[in-house]
């Protein structure tokens, strides 16, 4: 399975997008900056043009019968939201950070 996520906005991801990926569900997404930081195309996602509807239609009938390439990219989004999208990277990064700080008052 798969899903499409028709549209957003400039400044945000979705946290629906975090949240069907990690249950292996990779999702058609507009290619807005905050969402391309996340999805790699064809790897943990598949992007369209923002906005170009059609696109999205079309990518999202393409791979209504390619149900390996599904498995696959559904495999990658788990992995990245595993590899990187848990609360300890986030911790890990804020350590990161404050340790860096306190070298260069």
Same mark, same amino acid.
């Given at each position: 399975?798969? +899903?499409?996520?028709?549209?957003?906005?400039?400044?945000?991801?979705? !946290?629906?997008?975090? @949240? !069907? !990926?990690? !249950?292996?569900?990779?999702? =058609?997404?507009?290619?807005?900056?905050?969402?391309? @930081?996340? =999805?790699?195309?064809? @790897?943990? +996602?598949?992007?369209? $043009?923002? #906005?170009?509807?059609? @696109?999205?239609?079309?990518? $999202?009938? #393409?791979?209504? +019968?390619?149900? #390996?390439?599904?498995?696959?990219? +559904?495999?990658?989004?788990?992995?990245?939201? *595993?590899?990187?999208?848990?609360? #300890? *990277?986030?911790?890990?990064?804020?350590?990161?950070?404050?340790?860096?700080?306190?070298? *260069?008052?």
């Amino acid at each position: 399975d798969y +899903g499409i996520l028709p549209d957003s906005n400039e400044y945000g991801s979705p !946290m629906k997008l975090f @949240e !069907m !990926m990690a !249950m292996e569900v990779a999702l =058609v997404s507009p290619d807005f900056e905050p969402i391309a @930081e996340v =999805v790699s195309d064809n @790897e943990n +996602g598949w992007l369209f $043009t923002r #906005k170009d509807k059609a @696109e999205a239609v079309e990518i $999202t009938l #393409k791979l209504a +019968g390619d149900l #390996k390439n599904i498995k696959r990219v +559904g495999d990658g989004a788990r992995k990245y939201i *595993h590899n990187q999208r848990q609360w #300890k *990277h986030n911790a890990e990064l804020v350590l990161e950070l404050l340790s860096v700080s306190q070298k *260069h008052p």
